[in-house]
């Protein structure tokens, strides 16, 4: 669930001292993903990229550890969070763990995060690596895929340095943050986060009742 609060009470940024943000460097248009492409376009995260009035940092973490194009790779035995604390894995595919690269990979993604002193990062859900609101549970090549409720390893270790996480599919957050960054956006009071969608409450009903 994101932090609205938070995205209420950013600073108005200006070209002069734009707001920095850090990106999921697929979202940025970068071919970073898994399969060399870039996960496909986005339009609520490209459109951050036409305002002078913010400063992108683009990172790519599963990049960073594995290159690409790479295989896929998701969460086992719990969330991001749980990787971090040695209590769940990171999988290939294939079944190589990949866990501690893919915790350098979240080092690395804070560290450039602190080092641009970035005051917001819009991460691609759903990633093992940037997930935010929701991530697959366990293999999603499973027959029965499924998905839960956490964030991504990398993620995970943006959170608990006190970064503000949000995902491309955070629609009310981003329509916070247009208004933001372009004094002139029209905001749409019906736009919903990724956690109000019908989907989510439906799915994941059990856990959020
Ligand atoms: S690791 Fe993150 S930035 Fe890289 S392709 Fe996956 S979602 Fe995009």
């Not at 990229?49 to 599963?62: A, D, G, H, K, S």
């Not at 759903?126 to 549970?137: N, W």
Request: proline content about 3%; aromatic content about 8%; glycine content about 8%.
């Amino acid at each position: 669930m994101t932090d609205r609060s938070y995205l209420q009470q950013l600073r108005t940024p200006t070209a002069a001292d734009p707001l920095r943000i850090l990106m999921s460097a697929c979202l940025a248009g970068v071919t970073c993903g898994f399969d060399g492409t870039a996960n496909g376009e986005y339009p609520s995260a490209l459109k951050i990229l036409q305002y002078n009035t913010v400063r992108v940092t683009r990172f790519c973490p599963e990049d960073f550890s594995f290159g690409s194009p790479r295989e896929m790779c998701d969460i086992h035995g719990g969330d991001g969070f749980a990787v971090l604390d040695g209590k769940a894995k990171v999988l290939s595919d294939s079944g190589v763990d990949w866990s501690a690269g893919m915790i350098a990979a979240a080092e690395e993604m804070t560290a450039v995060a602190l080092r641009n002193n970035v005051e917001l990062a819009v991460l691609m859900d759903v990633s093992a690596a940037c997930g935010s609101q929701v991530i697959y549970e366990g293999n999603r090549f499973a027959p029965e895929k499924k998905y839960q409720i956490g964030a991504g390893v990398c993620a995970a270790l943006l959170m608990r340095k006190g970064i503000k996480v949000i995902s491309q599919r955070d629609y009310a957050s981003l329509e916070l943050l247009y208004a933001k960054i372009d004094p002139a956006h029209q905001m749409k009071q019906d736009a919903k986060d990724h956690h109000e969608i019908d989907w989510y409450k439906s799915y994941f009903a059990a856990q959020i009742s």
